[in-house]
Protein backbone atom coordinates (compact mmCIF):
# COMPACT_ATOMS: atom_id res chain seq x y z
CA UNK A 1 0.00 0.00 0.00
CA UNK A 2 1.38 3.55 -0.97
CA UNK A 3 1.55 6.27 1.72
CA UNK A 4 -0.48 8.25 0.04
CA UNK A 5 -3.53 5.46 0.51
CA UNK A 6 -2.23 5.19 3.60
CA UNK A 7 -2.57 8.60 4.38
CA UNK A 8 -6.35 8.72 2.70
CA UNK A 9 -7.33 5.81 4.64
CA UNK A 10 -6.65 7.03 7.80
CA UNK A 11 -8.09 10.55 6.79
CA UNK A 12 -11.30 8.85 6.62
CA UNK A 13 -11.08 7.10 9.79
CA UNK A 14 -10.59 10.15 11.62
CA UNK A 15 -12.74 11.67 9.93
CA UNK A 16 -15.27 9.17 11.62
CA UNK A 17 -14.43 10.01 14.53
CA UNK A 18 -15.92 13.12 14.33
CA UNK A 19 -12.93 15.17 12.61
CA UNK A 20 -15.00 16.20 10.43
CA UNK A 21 -15.86 18.79 11.93
CA UNK A 22 -12.83 20.79 11.64
CA UNK A 23 -11.87 19.63 8.34
CA UNK A 24 -13.05 22.34 6.52
CA UNK A 25 -10.70 24.68 8.69
CA UNK A 26 -7.69 26.03 6.86
CA UNK A 27 -5.15 24.78 9.13
CA UNK A 28 -6.26 20.81 9.23
CA UNK A 29 -6.14 20.80 5.44
CA UNK A 30 -2.79 22.06 5.73
CA UNK A 31 -1.83 19.28 8.15
CA UNK A 32 -3.31 16.59 5.73
CA UNK A 33 -1.50 17.92 3.38
CA UNK A 34 1.91 17.45 5.04
CA UNK A 35 0.94 13.85 5.51
CA UNK A 36 1.35 13.40 1.81
CA UNK A 37 4.88 15.06 1.43
CA UNK A 38 6.49 12.24 3.26
CA UNK A 39 8.83 10.59 0.46
CA UNK A 40 8.73 6.73 0.48
CA UNK A 41 12.50 5.46 0.11
CA UNK A 42 14.21 2.27 -0.37
CA UNK A 43 15.60 1.21 2.99
CA UNK A 44 18.66 1.37 3.69
CA UNK A 45 20.93 -1.95 3.38
CA UNK A 46 24.01 -3.18 5.31
CA UNK A 47 27.21 -1.60 3.75
CA UNK A 48 29.89 -4.12 3.39
CA UNK A 49 32.99 -1.56 4.89
CA UNK A 50 31.06 -1.32 8.11
CA UNK A 51 32.80 -3.82 10.57
CA UNK A 52 29.95 -4.48 13.03
CA UNK A 53 31.22 -5.32 16.63
CA UNK A 54 27.61 -5.99 17.65
CA UNK A 55 25.22 -6.91 15.39
CA UNK A 56 21.46 -7.85 16.28
CA UNK A 57 17.84 -8.29 14.46
CA UNK A 58 14.69 -6.31 16.06
CA UNK A 59 11.83 -7.17 15.10
CA UNK A 60 8.12 -5.54 15.47
CA UNK A 61 5.27 -7.42 15.96
CA UNK A 62 1.37 -7.89 17.27
CA UNK A 63 1.63 -10.39 20.27
CA UNK A 64 0.26 -10.49 23.61
CA UNK A 65 1.01 -10.76 27.08
CA UNK A 66 -0.60 -11.67 30.77
CA UNK A 67 -0.30 -8.12 32.02
CA UNK A 68 -3.97 -8.48 34.61
CA UNK A 69 -5.45 -11.45 35.75
CA UNK A 70 -7.31 -13.18 32.88
CA UNK A 71 -7.46 -12.52 29.34
CA UNK A 72 -3.94 -11.51 27.90
CA UNK A 73 -3.75 -8.19 26.46
CA UNK A 74 -2.74 -7.84 22.85
CA UNK A 75 0.10 -5.82 22.28
CA UNK A 76 2.74 -4.38 19.66
CA UNK A 77 6.17 -5.07 21.30
CA UNK A 78 9.72 -5.90 19.99
CA UNK A 79 11.58 -8.07 20.26
CA UNK A 80 15.64 -8.62 19.49
CA UNK A 81 17.70 -11.12 18.34
CA UNK A 82 21.41 -11.01 19.04
CA UNK A 83 23.97 -12.39 16.09
CA UNK A 84 27.52 -10.88 16.90
CA UNK A 85 28.50 -9.03 20.13
CA UNK A 86 28.94 -9.37 23.76
CA UNK A 87 25.95 -11.81 25.47
CA UNK A 88 24.30 -8.95 27.73
CA UNK A 89 24.06 -7.05 24.61
CA UNK A 90 20.46 -7.78 24.62
CA UNK A 91 18.55 -8.50 27.72
CA UNK A 92 15.03 -9.41 28.02
CA UNK A 93 12.01 -8.19 30.39
CA UNK A 94 10.49 -11.44 31.08
CA UNK A 95 7.07 -11.50 30.92
CA UNK A 96 6.18 -7.28 29.52
CA UNK A 97 5.30 -6.08 26.49
CA UNK A 98 8.30 -3.65 27.08
CA UNK A 99 11.33 -4.58 24.16
CA UNK A 100 14.17 -6.06 25.37
CA UNK A 101 17.17 -4.07 27.25
CA UNK A 102 19.78 -3.00 24.36
CA UNK A 103 23.28 -2.37 25.98
CA UNK A 104 25.65 -1.16 23.98
CA UNK A 105 29.08 0.48 24.47
CA UNK A 106 30.90 3.65 23.58
CA UNK A 107 32.70 3.35 20.70
CA UNK A 108 31.21 0.04 19.56
CA UNK A 109 30.30 -0.11 16.09
CA UNK A 110 26.43 -1.78 15.89
CA UNK A 111 24.42 -2.74 13.56
CA UNK A 112 20.99 -3.62 13.90
CA UNK A 113 18.24 -5.51 11.18
CA UNK A 114 14.66 -3.80 11.83
CA UNK A 115 12.53 -6.04 10.76
CA UNK A 116 8.82 -4.51 10.28
CA UNK A 117 6.38 -7.12 11.32
CA UNK A 118 3.31 -5.34 12.09
CA UNK A 119 0.48 -5.08 9.31
CA UNK A 120 1.37 -1.09 9.31
CA UNK A 121 4.39 1.17 8.59
CA UNK A 122 6.99 1.82 11.32
CA UNK A 123 10.65 3.14 12.07
CA UNK A 124 12.39 3.29 14.80
CA UNK A 125 14.24 6.20 16.75
CA UNK A 126 17.33 6.12 18.98
CA UNK A 127 15.93 8.79 21.44
CA UNK A 128 18.59 10.23 22.89
CA UNK A 129 21.60 9.01 20.90
CA UNK A 130 24.23 10.99 18.36
CA UNK A 131 23.88 9.47 15.48
CA UNK A 132 23.99 9.95 11.50
CA UNK A 133 20.75 11.82 10.37
CA UNK A 134 19.82 8.59 7.99
CA UNK A 135 20.42 6.53 10.81
CA UNK A 136 18.20 8.29 13.45
CA UNK A 137 14.55 6.96 12.60
CA UNK A 138 13.54 10.16 10.57
CA UNK A 139 9.82 9.27 9.83
CA UNK A 140 10.90 9.37 6.08
CA UNK A 141 12.49 6.06 6.59
CA UNK A 142 9.76 4.32 7.64
CA UNK A 143 9.79 0.95 6.24
CA UNK A 144 6.49 -1.05 5.18
CA UNK A 145 5.09 -4.58 6.27
CA UNK A 146 7.23 -7.30 5.51
CA UNK A 147 10.45 -4.50 4.81
CA UNK A 148 14.02 -4.42 6.88
CA UNK A 149 15.69 -1.20 7.68
CA UNK A 150 19.80 -1.55 8.07
CA UNK A 151 20.80 0.61 10.91
CA UNK A 152 24.86 1.11 11.23
CA UNK A 153 26.35 3.08 13.44
CA UNK A 154 29.12 4.21 16.27
CA UNK A 155 28.13 4.80 19.73
CA UNK A 156 29.45 7.76 20.44
CA UNK A 157 27.47 9.12 23.41
CA UNK A 158 28.99 9.01 26.86
CA UNK A 159 26.98 6.51 29.34
CA UNK A 160 23.44 7.12 29.72
CA UNK A 161 19.90 5.71 29.32
CA UNK A 162 18.20 6.29 26.47
CA UNK A 163 14.86 5.27 24.47
CA UNK A 164 14.11 3.09 21.35
CA UNK A 165 10.53 3.67 20.07
CA UNK A 166 8.81 3.89 16.96
CA UNK A 167 9.03 7.22 14.58
CA UNK A 168 6.44 6.67 11.59
CA UNK A 169 4.66 9.87 10.66
CA UNK A 170 1.26 10.26 12.77
CA UNK A 171 1.60 6.43 14.24
CA UNK A 172 4.27 7.40 16.74
CA UNK A 173 2.09 7.51 19.82
CA UNK A 174 -0.35 4.41 18.85
CA UNK A 175 2.26 2.72 18.43
CA UNK A 176 4.56 3.19 21.83
CA UNK A 177 1.06 2.97 23.19
CA UNK A 178 0.42 -0.61 22.19
CA UNK A 179 4.21 -1.26 23.50
CA UNK A 180 6.58 -0.68 20.74
CA UNK A 181 9.15 1.26 22.98
CA UNK A 182 12.70 0.00 25.11
CA UNK A 183 15.74 1.26 27.16
CA UNK A 184 19.30 1.20 25.55
CA UNK A 185 21.78 1.88 27.69
CA UNK A 186 25.28 3.73 26.67
CA UNK A 187 28.26 2.06 29.11
CA UNK A 188 31.36 3.28 29.27
CA UNK A 189 34.40 3.43 30.75
CA UNK A 190 34.15 6.95 32.81
CA UNK A 191 31.05 5.25 34.91
CA UNK A 192 32.52 1.96 35.21
CA UNK A 193 34.91 2.98 37.13
CA UNK A 194 32.47 4.69 39.45
CA UNK A 195 31.38 1.39 40.39
CA UNK A 196 27.83 2.39 41.24
CA UNK A 197 25.02 -0.13 41.90
CA UNK A 198 24.94 -2.28 39.17
CA UNK A 199 23.86 -6.36 38.56
CA UNK A 200 20.72 -7.00 40.66
CA UNK A 201 20.91 -3.84 42.11
CA UNK A 202 20.52 -1.68 39.25
CA UNK A 203 17.10 -1.54 38.00
CA UNK A 204 15.24 -0.24 35.11
CA UNK A 205 11.73 2.07 35.88
CA UNK A 206 10.01 2.27 32.78
CA UNK A 207 6.75 4.22 33.85
CA UNK A 208 4.06 4.32 31.81
CA UNK A 209 -0.20 4.82 31.92
CA UNK A 210 -2.12 2.73 29.85
CA UNK A 211 -6.31 2.13 29.93
CA UNK A 212 -7.71 -1.16 29.24
CA UNK A 213 -11.95 -2.44 28.78
CA UNK A 214 -13.19 -5.27 30.69
CA UNK A 215 -11.93 -7.60 28.25
CA UNK A 216 -8.27 -6.91 29.64
CA UNK A 217 -7.49 -5.30 26.06
CA UNK A 218 -5.63 -1.80 25.77
CA UNK A 219 -8.27 1.29 24.89
CA UNK A 220 -6.47 4.17 22.18
CA UNK A 221 -9.13 6.28 21.73
CA UNK A 222 -8.67 8.89 19.39
CA UNK A 223 -10.93 11.86 19.42
CA UNK A 224 -10.30 15.35 19.02
CA UNK A 225 -9.31 16.01 22.61
CA UNK A 226 -7.69 13.00 23.52
CA UNK A 227 -5.47 14.40 21.20
CA UNK A 228 -5.34 17.91 22.23
CA UNK A 229 -4.65 17.25 25.53
CA UNK A 230 -2.53 13.85 25.19
CA UNK A 231 -4.00 10.60 26.53
CA UNK A 232 -4.19 9.38 29.93
CA UNK A 233 -5.01 5.96 31.01
CA UNK A 234 -5.93 4.96 34.27
CA UNK A 235 -3.64 2.67 35.67
CA UNK A 236 -0.06 2.94 35.94
CA UNK A 237 2.55 0.22 34.70
CA UNK A 238 5.60 -0.26 35.80
CA UNK A 239 8.36 -2.32 33.24
CA UNK A 240 4.46 -2.99 31.59
CA UNK A 241 3.29 -4.61 34.88
CA UNK A 242 0.72 -3.28 36.98
CA UNK A 243 1.07 -2.78 40.85
CA UNK A 244 4.89 -2.83 40.37
CA UNK A 245 7.14 -4.13 43.76
CA UNK A 246 10.59 -4.89 44.28
CA UNK A 247 12.09 -6.54 46.67
CA UNK A 248 15.14 -5.46 47.71
CA UNK A 249 18.30 -6.07 50.22
CA UNK A 250 18.87 -2.89 52.61
CA UNK A 251 21.42 -1.24 50.86
CA UNK A 252 22.03 1.32 47.84
CA UNK A 253 20.46 0.65 44.32
CA UNK A 254 20.81 2.38 40.88
CA UNK A 255 17.30 3.14 39.56
CA UNK A 256 17.28 4.05 35.78
CA UNK A 257 13.94 5.42 35.65
CA UNK A 258 12.20 6.42 32.15
CA UNK A 259 8.90 8.35 31.62
CA UNK A 260 7.30 6.17 28.73
CA UNK A 261 4.00 7.32 28.30
CA UNK A 262 2.49 9.04 25.83
CA UNK A 263 1.48 12.56 27.67
CA UNK A 264 1.56 11.56 31.08
CA UNK A 265 3.52 13.80 33.72
CA UNK A 266 5.08 12.43 37.16
CA UNK A 267 5.70 14.01 39.85
CA UNK A 268 8.09 11.86 41.62
CA UNK A 269 8.53 11.42 45.52
CA UNK A 270 9.57 8.51 48.05
CA UNK A 271 6.24 8.83 50.23
CA UNK A 272 8.06 8.49 53.90
CA UNK A 273 9.68 12.07 52.51
CA UNK A 274 13.04 10.66 51.95
CA UNK A 275 14.52 13.37 49.41
CA UNK A 276 15.04 11.62 46.00
CA UNK A 277 19.22 11.67 44.66
CA UNK A 278 19.42 12.49 41.38
CA UNK A 279 23.12 11.18 39.65
CA UNK A 280 22.41 11.36 36.32
CA UNK A 281 19.23 12.65 33.67
CA UNK A 282 18.04 12.44 29.57
CA UNK A 283 22.25 12.96 28.98
CA UNK A 284 24.23 10.54 31.44
CA UNK A 285 25.62 11.42 35.31
CA UNK A 286 25.64 15.32 36.49
CA UNK A 287 28.98 16.50 38.06
CA UNK A 288 27.53 15.62 41.56
CA UNK A 289 24.55 14.41 42.83
CA UNK A 290 21.35 16.24 43.49
CA UNK A 291 19.27 16.18 46.30
CA UNK A 292 15.51 16.56 45.42
CA UNK A 293 12.28 17.01 47.37
CA UNK A 294 10.55 15.52 44.29
CA UNK A 295 11.70 15.56 40.64
CA UNK A 296 9.62 16.09 37.53
CA UNK A 297 9.05 13.75 35.20
CA UNK A 298 7.45 13.96 31.13
CA UNK A 299 7.10 12.35 28.50
CA UNK A 300 10.64 10.81 27.27
CA UNK A 301 12.66 12.10 29.98
CA UNK A 302 15.03 9.92 32.17
CA UNK A 303 16.66 9.64 35.92
CA UNK A 304 19.47 8.47 37.28
CA UNK A 305 18.34 7.56 40.84
CA UNK A 306 20.67 6.62 43.62
CA UNK A 307 18.25 4.66 46.39
CA UNK A 308 19.77 3.56 49.16
CA UNK A 309 18.03 1.30 51.80
CA UNK A 310 20.57 0.87 54.18
CA UNK A 311 19.43 0.99 58.04
CA UNK A 312 15.52 0.29 56.75
CA UNK A 313 14.47 -2.78 58.51
CA UNK A 314 13.62 -6.34 57.30
CA UNK A 315 9.81 -6.00 56.25
CA UNK A 316 9.63 -2.43 56.14
CA UNK A 317 8.55 -0.83 52.66
CA UNK A 318 9.13 2.70 50.87
CA UNK A 319 6.54 3.66 47.69
CA UNK A 320 7.45 6.05 45.03
CA UNK A 321 4.28 8.14 44.64
CA UNK A 322 3.25 11.02 41.83
CA UNK A 323 2.42 14.17 43.98
CA UNK A 324 -0.31 16.61 43.65
CA UNK A 325 0.64 19.53 41.41
CA UNK A 326 -1.19 22.11 38.99
CA UNK A 327 -1.00 23.87 35.98
CA UNK A 328 0.23 21.03 33.42
CA UNK A 329 -2.90 21.15 31.56
CA UNK A 330 -5.43 23.86 29.76
CA UNK A 331 -6.93 25.72 32.39
CA UNK A 332 -9.91 25.32 29.75
CA UNK A 333 -9.29 21.51 30.91
CA UNK A 334 -9.14 22.35 34.82
CA UNK A 335 -11.93 24.46 34.64
CA UNK A 336 -14.31 22.35 33.14
CA UNK A 337 -12.92 19.21 35.72
CA UNK A 338 -14.34 15.81 35.29
CA UNK A 339 -15.69 16.27 31.85
CA UNK A 340 -12.76 17.01 30.21
CA UNK A 341 -11.04 14.67 31.84
CA UNK A 342 -13.97 12.16 31.13
CA UNK A 343 -14.63 11.54 34.70
CA UNK A 344 -10.95 10.34 34.77
CA UNK A 345 -10.14 8.04 37.62
CA UNK A 346 -6.39 8.87 37.66
CA UNK A 347 -6.32 12.91 37.09
CA UNK A 348 -3.15 14.05 36.12
CA UNK A 349 -1.25 15.92 39.03
CA UNK A 350 -3.46 13.88 41.48
CA UNK A 351 -1.58 11.88 44.22
CA UNK A 352 -1.20 8.23 43.67
CA UNK A 353 1.41 5.58 43.66
CA UNK A 354 3.83 4.32 40.87
CA UNK A 355 5.80 1.58 42.66
CA UNK A 356 6.64 -0.17 45.54
CA UNK A 357 10.05 -1.19 47.18
CA UNK A 358 9.87 -3.97 49.70
CA UNK A 359 13.08 -4.69 52.26
CA UNK A 360 12.83 -8.30 51.75
CA UNK A 361 17.19 -8.47 53.08
CA UNK A 362 19.19 -7.14 56.16
CA UNK A 363 22.64 -6.65 54.23
CA UNK A 364 25.59 -4.89 56.25
CA UNK A 365 27.42 -2.99 53.40
CA UNK A 366 26.89 -1.71 50.64
CA UNK A 367 28.45 1.14 48.45
CA UNK A 368 28.64 4.83 48.56
CA UNK A 369 27.70 7.36 46.97
CA UNK A 370 29.93 9.18 45.08
CA UNK A 371 30.86 13.04 46.21
CA UNK A 372 32.47 13.55 42.49
CA UNK A 373 30.65 11.93 39.36
CA UNK A 374 31.96 13.17 36.55
CA UNK A 375 33.11 16.55 34.87
CA UNK A 376 30.38 17.72 32.10
CA UNK A 377 32.22 20.06 29.00
CA UNK A 378 29.40 23.09 29.55
CA UNK A 379 29.45 25.10 26.45
CA UNK A 380 29.31 28.52 27.48
CA UNK A 381 27.47 31.40 25.66
CA UNK A 382 30.51 32.52 24.17
CA UNK A 383 30.85 29.47 22.17
CA UNK A 384 27.40 29.79 20.74
CA UNK A 385 27.08 31.05 16.86
CA UNK A 386 23.85 33.50 17.91
CA UNK A 387 24.42 34.69 21.73
CA UNK A 388 22.38 37.31 20.86
CA UNK A 389 19.61 36.07 18.43
CA UNK A 390 18.38 32.46 20.00
CA UNK A 391 16.88 29.93 17.52
CA UNK A 392 13.23 30.19 18.37
CA UNK A 393 10.86 27.11 19.38
CA UNK A 394 7.59 29.20 19.28
CA UNK A 395 4.93 26.54 21.15
CA UNK A 396 1.12 27.25 19.77
CA UNK A 397 -2.07 25.50 20.77
CA UNK A 398 -4.59 25.06 18.90
CA UNK A 399 -8.43 22.99 19.11
CA UNK A 400 -7.19 21.18 15.73
CA UNK A 401 -3.48 21.83 15.11
CA UNK A 402 -0.01 21.96 17.52
CA UNK A 403 2.60 23.99 16.39
CA UNK A 404 5.87 24.77 16.54
CA UNK A 405 7.14 28.04 14.98
CA UNK A 406 3.65 28.68 13.48
CA UNK A 407 3.59 25.46 11.63
CA UNK A 408 2.83 22.27 11.90
CA UNK A 409 4.70 19.16 10.94
CA UNK A 410 5.74 19.22 7.03
CA UNK A 411 7.91 17.22 5.02
CA UNK A 412 10.71 19.73 2.96
CA UNK A 413 9.16 22.72 4.65
CA UNK A 414 12.59 24.03 6.27
CA UNK A 415 12.01 27.61 7.34
CA UNK A 416 15.10 30.03 7.75
CA UNK A 417 15.21 29.72 11.15
CA UNK A 418 15.71 25.88 11.06
CA UNK A 419 18.91 25.91 8.86
CA UNK A 420 21.56 25.41 11.19
CA UNK A 421 25.44 25.00 10.32
CA UNK A 422 27.40 22.02 11.00
CA UNK A 423 29.59 22.05 13.60
CA UNK A 424 28.10 24.93 15.72
CA UNK A 425 26.66 25.60 19.31
CA UNK A 426 23.48 27.20 18.69
CA UNK A 427 21.55 29.05 21.63
CA UNK A 428 17.68 28.17 21.75
CA UNK A 429 14.95 29.48 23.22
CA UNK A 430 11.40 27.47 23.74
CA UNK A 431 8.97 29.73 24.38
CA UNK A 432 4.92 29.98 24.32
CA UNK A 433 4.39 31.71 21.17
CA UNK A 434 0.25 32.83 21.95
CA UNK A 435 0.01 34.25 25.89
CA UNK A 436 3.12 36.49 25.69
CA UNK A 437 3.65 36.53 29.29
CA UNK A 438 6.62 33.76 28.97
CA UNK A 439 8.98 36.74 28.34
CA UNK A 440 9.04 38.38 31.77
CA UNK A 441 6.38 41.16 30.47
CA UNK A 442 2.93 39.92 32.19
CA UNK A 443 -0.45 40.32 30.13
CA UNK A 444 -3.31 40.65 32.10
CA UNK A 445 -6.04 38.44 32.69
CA UNK A 446 -7.20 36.03 29.82
CA UNK A 447 -10.20 37.92 29.32
CA UNK A 448 -8.15 41.05 28.49
CA UNK A 449 -5.82 38.99 26.61
CA UNK A 450 -6.79 40.15 23.55
CA UNK A 451 -4.94 40.94 19.94
CA UNK A 452 -2.82 44.23 20.40
CA UNK A 453 -1.40 42.48 23.58
CA UNK A 454 -0.20 39.36 21.72
CA UNK A 455 1.10 41.71 19.06
CA UNK A 456 2.81 43.03 21.44
CA UNK A 457 4.43 40.40 23.14
CA UNK A 458 5.35 38.75 19.74
CA UNK A 459 7.34 41.95 18.46
CA UNK A 460 9.35 41.41 21.58
CA UNK A 461 9.72 38.27 21.35
CA UNK A 462 10.43 38.60 17.50
CA UNK A 463 13.71 40.45 18.07
CA UNK A 464 15.61 37.48 18.54
CA UNK A 465 13.76 35.57 15.85
CA UNK A 466 13.90 37.54 12.02
CA UNK A 467 10.54 38.87 13.20
CA UNK A 468 8.97 35.76 12.09
CA UNK A 469 5.06 35.44 13.06
CA UNK A 470 4.87 32.66 15.34
CA UNK A 471 2.09 30.86 16.44
CA UNK A 472 -1.60 30.66 15.16
CA UNK A 473 -3.25 32.48 18.15
CA UNK A 474 -4.51 35.51 18.78
CA UNK A 475 -4.51 38.45 15.66
CA UNK A 476 -0.23 38.95 15.84
CA UNK A 477 0.76 40.04 12.14
CA UNK A 478 2.49 36.84 10.37
CA UNK A 479 4.01 39.61 7.77
CA UNK A 480 3.92 37.61 4.57
CA UNK A 481 3.81 34.52 6.24
CA UNK A 482 1.91 31.52 5.15
CA UNK A 483 -1.95 32.51 6.02
CA UNK A 484 -2.92 28.83 6.74
CA UNK A 485 -2.47 28.58 9.90
CA UNK A 486 -3.50 32.19 11.09
CA UNK A 487 -6.02 32.82 13.84
CA UNK A 488 -9.77 31.35 12.81
CA UNK A 489 -10.94 34.49 13.66
CA UNK A 490 -13.15 33.17 16.68
CA UNK A 491 -11.39 34.98 18.83
CA UNK A 492 -8.83 33.00 19.27
CA UNK A 493 -6.53 35.15 21.96
CA UNK A 494 -8.20 34.04 24.81
CA UNK A 495 -9.07 31.03 23.78
CA UNK A 496 -4.95 30.79 22.85
CA UNK A 497 -4.47 31.22 26.79
CA UNK A 498 -7.27 28.87 27.98
CA UNK A 499 -5.22 26.11 25.75
CA UNK A 500 -1.64 26.77 27.62
CA UNK A 501 -0.69 23.86 28.70
CA UNK A 502 3.04 22.28 29.51
CA UNK A 503 5.38 20.85 26.81
CA UNK A 504 8.17 18.35 26.61
CA UNK A 505 10.10 19.45 24.09
CA UNK A 506 12.38 17.19 22.57
CA UNK A 507 15.20 17.95 20.16
CA UNK A 508 16.88 14.73 18.43
CA UNK A 509 20.69 14.60 17.98
CA UNK A 510 23.01 15.66 20.69
CA UNK A 511 21.89 16.82 24.29
CA UNK A 512 21.62 19.93 25.59
CA UNK A 513 21.91 22.37 28.33
CA UNK A 514 19.53 24.55 30.20
CA UNK A 515 20.95 27.80 30.69
CA UNK A 516 18.00 29.81 31.71
CA UNK A 517 14.09 29.08 33.13
CA UNK A 518 11.58 31.81 33.48
CA UNK A 519 7.95 31.83 34.03
CA UNK A 520 4.96 35.11 34.10
CA UNK A 521 3.58 36.05 37.35
CA UNK A 522 0.28 35.00 36.61
CA UNK A 523 1.52 31.24 36.24
CA UNK A 524 3.58 31.57 39.41
CA UNK A 525 1.05 29.44 42.05
CA UNK A 526 1.18 26.24 39.87
CA UNK A 527 4.91 27.07 38.89
CA UNK A 528 5.29 26.90 42.60
CA UNK A 529 3.81 22.98 42.97
CA UNK A 530 6.48 21.77 40.42
CA UNK A 531 9.63 24.41 40.26
CA UNK A 532 11.80 22.29 42.79
CA UNK A 533 11.66 19.64 40.60
CA UNK A 534 13.57 20.53 37.91
CA UNK A 535 17.28 19.66 37.51
CA UNK A 536 19.38 22.11 35.04
CA UNK A 537 23.26 20.52 36.10
CA UNK A 538 22.99 18.04 33.70
CA UNK A 539 22.62 17.28 29.99
CA UNK A 540 19.44 16.96 28.48
CA UNK A 541 17.24 15.69 25.47
CA UNK A 542 14.11 16.61 26.49
CA UNK A 543 12.92 19.54 28.53
CA UNK A 544 9.42 20.26 30.03
CA UNK A 545 8.02 23.45 29.34
CA UNK A 546 5.57 25.08 31.64
CA UNK A 547 2.47 27.00 30.88
CA UNK A 548 4.33 30.76 30.46
CA UNK A 549 7.59 29.44 30.51
CA UNK A 550 10.51 30.27 28.33
CA UNK A 551 13.85 28.41 28.09
CA UNK A 552 16.99 28.93 26.62
CA UNK A 553 18.99 25.92 26.02
CA UNK A 554 22.62 25.30 24.33
CA UNK A 555 22.56 22.75 21.83
CA UNK A 556 25.59 21.34 19.85
CA UNK A 557 24.88 20.52 16.12
CA UNK A 558 28.20 18.91 15.32
CA UNK A 559 29.57 15.82 12.74
CA UNK A 560 26.00 14.96 10.77
CA UNK A 561 24.46 17.01 8.41
CA UNK A 562 20.72 16.74 7.45
CA UNK A 563 17.22 16.56 9.39
CA UNK A 564 17.15 16.54 12.72
CA UNK A 565 13.59 16.76 14.11
CA UNK A 566 12.55 18.43 17.45
CA UNK A 567 8.89 18.19 18.65
CA UNK A 568 6.98 17.55 21.31
CA UNK A 569 7.40 14.47 23.11
CA UNK A 570 3.79 14.58 24.19
CA UNK A 571 3.19 11.87 21.82
CA UNK A 572 -0.37 12.68 20.71
CA UNK A 573 0.73 16.25 20.13
CA UNK A 574 3.63 15.06 18.06
CA UNK A 575 1.34 12.93 15.67
CA UNK A 576 -0.65 16.09 15.45
CA UNK A 577 1.95 17.98 14.18
CA UNK A 578 3.94 20.16 16.95
CA UNK A 579 7.14 18.44 15.17
CA UNK A 580 9.88 20.24 13.19
CA UNK A 581 12.95 19.25 10.97
CA UNK A 582 16.16 21.00 11.45
CA UNK A 583 17.68 20.73 8.60
CA UNK A 584 21.96 20.73 9.34
CA UNK A 585 23.93 22.16 6.29
CU1 LIG B 1 11.58 10.09 21.58
CU2 LIG B 1 11.56 12.16 18.08
O1 LIG B 1 11.54 11.09 19.82
CU1 LIG C 1 14.49 11.55 19.88
CU1 LIG D 1 2.90 19.25 23.53
Redesign the pocket.
Known sequence: MSNKNYSRRRFLAQSSLGLIAFAGLPGFIQAMEGMHGMPKLTPNKASASFKADVECDLFCRSGSVSILPGQQTQVQQYSALLKKGPKDTIIDIAGSYLGPIINLQKGQKVRINLHNKLTEPTVT?W?GLHVPANMDGHPQYTIDPGEILVYEFEVLNRAGMN?Y?P?PHELTAKQVYHGLAGALFVHDEEEAKLELPSGEYEIPIVIQDRRFDAQNQLVYAHNMHDRMIGYYGDRILVNGRPDFKIDVASRAYRLRVLNGSTARIYKLAWDDGTPLTIIGVDGGLLEKPEIKPYVMLAP?ERLDVWADFSGRNEGSQLVMRSQAFSGVLPKMAERMGGMMMHGHSLPVGSDYPIFTARVTKKVSDSPKLPTQLTKINWHPLSSTANPDKPIPIGISEGPMAMLLNGRPYAFNDIQDVERIKVNTIQLMEIFHAHGGSGHGKQSASTEEHNAEQHGGGMGMMGMGHKGRGMGMMGGMSHGNEEPKTESHGMGMGGMGMMMAMAHPI?L?GQQFQIVSRSVGTEQEADYATVRDGFIETGLKDTVLVMPGETVRIIKPFQDFKGLF?Y?C?NLEHEDMGMMRDFLIE
Open positions: HHIHHGHHMHH
